[in-house]
Nanobody
Framework: QVQLVESGGGLVQAGGSLRLSCVAS????????MGWFRQAPGKEREFVSA????????YYADSVKGRFTISRYNAKKTVWLQMNSLKPEDTAVYYC?????????????????WGQGIQVTVSS
């Protein structure tokens, strides 16, 4: 069983930055693709970013490309999402997820384990 715990969320002004962290326990983190998703009030959960097991490939939603950066450090079982130039429309609960295939896919159904989510609020 894999447990994922997010941290680093909070309230920030538009244009500011936050770094989300997700620490895993259990399982074999170094073999998992890792993804970040978000869900705004009244909206469906959507893909934000993903990274393959080795960190060699990263993927981003068009809405965050150039502003967000995903990275990982397998020795610490941690994945980060650096979020810069934040906009009010980035406000959402952000979820970390683990994909056993290691490929870091874009689709929710391809992720087997999920964190509890963390709130990010961007004020205008």
């Amino acid at each position: 069983q894999v447990q994922l715990v997010e941290s680093g969320g909070g309230l920030v002004q538009a244009g500011g930055s936050l770094r989300l962290s997700c620490v895993a326990s259990g399982g074999t983190f170094s073999s998992y693709g890792m993804g970040w998703f978000r869900q705004a009030p009244g909206k469906e959960r959507e893909f934000v970013s993903a990274i393959t097991w080795s960190g060699g490939n990263t993927y981003y939603a068009d809405s965050v490309k150039g502003r967000f950066t995903i990275s990982r450090y397998n020795a610490k079982k941690t994945v980060w999402l650096q979020m810069n130039s934040l906009k009010p429309e980035d406000t959402a609960v952000y979820y970390c997820a683990a994909d056993l295939s290691g490929l870091g896919p874009r689709f929710i159904y391809e992720y087997e384990y999920w964190g509890q989510g963390i709130q990010v609020t961007v004020s205008s």
